[in-house]
């Protein structure tokens, strides 16, 4: 049976994996990405590291397959941040990431949002500016590199990097041009460029196309050094967001996903976006359809769940994960809903959805000198969910349908439910961990036969359904108000400066 080829290239993870068409798992490889974190908001990657790690994930790959079964690559990776590429498709320098703040430095979004530059890119994009995106990138270089900056023919994504590298082609599809400067009602580059003073990028922005399409073949060079057959088709390479879309095969409006790792991820597909000012979140197309997608990503996910286990080791320690979890979860199962009075602001690194605020910070509020371990344990788990539903209200209201739920967090059994009754609606687990990569692999596989992407990725699946308990919703309701009252309030004070 042909194989396909699935590439998830990641901040911190980059793996690969080859699937048989019945979307069997036939090989895997995962090797860790290097990222440059330094002082000031700096947070790069050397491109040349990135693709040499995804190079020996293919290498892995072709050592435990018959690379003459393999019938097209997909790829998929992070998105946003400034990749900036030379006439031969070289990088210019390191490659300026999503999660990097310096060039706020360059460009003040308070600025930006008095000259109406902010509301441009709603108009466009309906997308909430932040530093680490294309455009304050090429602001930055053009200040402070401007020798660099005049090298630049092309500012691609990770994903694009990874496809130009594997095929000589440099594109992008409509998801990883979304940001910030697609409209994305023309499917075009938009007004945006003018109002955010980056005329002069647009040349240099490849044209969007879809995910679903033949980027190219792979090159002699990478065949010998990968292992892999050398004409071997490749997709246009998509957001690692779009792309898990894409392996749920979730496609209509209304349907909606939830990831629930290190930080968090409200999805929600629409047909439409109603104009917001200020504009809220992010918006991107859909990597194999009409769809536009919400995103919404707070910054605590189940890092608080760590974080707060990592506070009593003798009591909450463990061998691995699943240790760690049973024993808050019997620490918690007791406590009822609400935890007592008590209150968790999930504010650990700031937040970026459903509002921005990157110096506001966790709080427990509501303790008494009665207050128990357990019921700050199920503070944190409900502090969590409540921030999720946030994101949903902030979005036009709670779910009308099951939410499908993935991510470190869907694994434990409590948390699962205890989300489930917050929004008011089921909660499905899917426990494959592959989404992203099995995405990619289906979008290969379109771009080659045509087929419709959704078809494709039907696979064999045993999900597991979390029932919302009415009762429960009805009881998270006060608990919850109070959480979005004392977040607004918590909003008012600066951190970073000691406020």
Not at 157 to 163: A, K, L, P, S
Not at 435 to 459: E, H, P, Q, Y
């Amino acid at each position: 049976m042909p194989l396909t080829i699935g590439l998830d290239v990641g901040t911190t993870s980059i793996k690969a994996a080859a699937y048989r068409a019945d979307g069997a798992l036939v090989a895997q490889s995962d090797h860790a990405a290097k990222v440059i974190r330094l002082a000031d908001g700096i947070n790069e990657q050397d491109p040349t590291d990135v693709w040499n790690t995804v190079a020996l994930c293919l290498t892995d790959l072709s050592r435990q397959i018959d690379t003459n079964d393999v019938s097209s690559i997909g790829v998929c990776a992070q998105g946003d941040g400034f990749w900036p590429l030379d006439d031969m498709a070289q990088p210019v320098r390191n490659a300026i990431l999503w999660s990097d703040t310096r060039p706020a430095l360059i460009a003040d979004l308070a600025t930006l949002g008095a000259v109406g530059a902010l509301d441009a890119v709603s108009h466009g994009c309906h997308t909430a500016l932040w530093p680490g995106t294309s455009a304050l990138g090429w602001r930055w270089l053009r200040t402070c590199e401007p020798e660099a900056a005049a090298k630049v023919a092309h500012v691609v994504t990770c994903g694009d990097w990874i496809g130009a590298q594997l095929t000589g082609v440099v594109s992008t599809d409509f998801a990883n041009a979304s940001i910030p400067f697609l409209d994305l009602k023309a499917r075009s580059y938009g007004a945006a460029l003018n109002a955010l003073e980056c005329e002069d990028l647009e040349d240099k922005l490849p044209d969007p196309r879809s995910a679903t399409t033949l980027l190219g073949t792979l090159t002699a060079n990478v065949a010998a050094q990968t292992g892999l057959r050398e004409g071997t088709p490749v997709s246009v390479a998509t957001l690692d967001i779009a792309a898990m879309v894409a392996g749920l095969g979730l496609s209509e409006p209304g349907d909606a996903m939830m990831i629930l790792g290190t930080t968090a991820v409200v999805t929600l597909l629409r047909d439409a976006v109603a104009l917001r000012t200020p504009p809220i979140a992010a918006a991107t197309l859909h990597a194999a359809g009409p769809a536009i997608l919400r995103i919404l990503a707070p910054s605590t996910g189940a890092a608080a769940f760590d974080w707060f286990s990592s506070l009593h080791p003798q009591s909450l320690g463990g061998e691995c994960a699943g240790d760690i979890a049973a024993k808050l979860n019997a620490l918690v199962q007791d406590v009822p809903i609400g935890a007592n009075g008590v209150t968790f602001l999930p504010y650990l690194n700031g937040e970026r959805a459903p509002f921005v605020n990157p110096s506001i910070r966790s709080s427990f509020i509501g303790m008494s000198q009665s207050t128990t371990k357990g019921e700050l344990g199920r503070a944190v788990m409900e502090g969590t969910a409540y921030s999720l539903r946030h994101c949903f209200e902030a979005e036009g209201g709670l779910p009308r349908a099951p939410v499908h739920l993935t991510g470190g967090g869907a694994r434990n059994d409590v948390w699962c439910q205890i989300i489930a009754d917050v929004i008011g609606q089921d909660v499905l687990v899917n426990p494959a961990s592959d989404l992203g990569l099995w995405g990619a692999a289906c979008l290969g596989r379109a771009a080659i036969n045509g087929k419709d992407v959704f078809t494709l990725t039907r696979r064999p699946s045993e999900i597991t359904r979390y029932v919302c308990d009415p009762a429960a919703h009805a009881a998270h309701q006060d608990p919850y108000h109070r959480f979005v009252v004392l977040s607004d309030a918590m909003q008012n004070i600066n951190y970073s400066k000691g406020a």
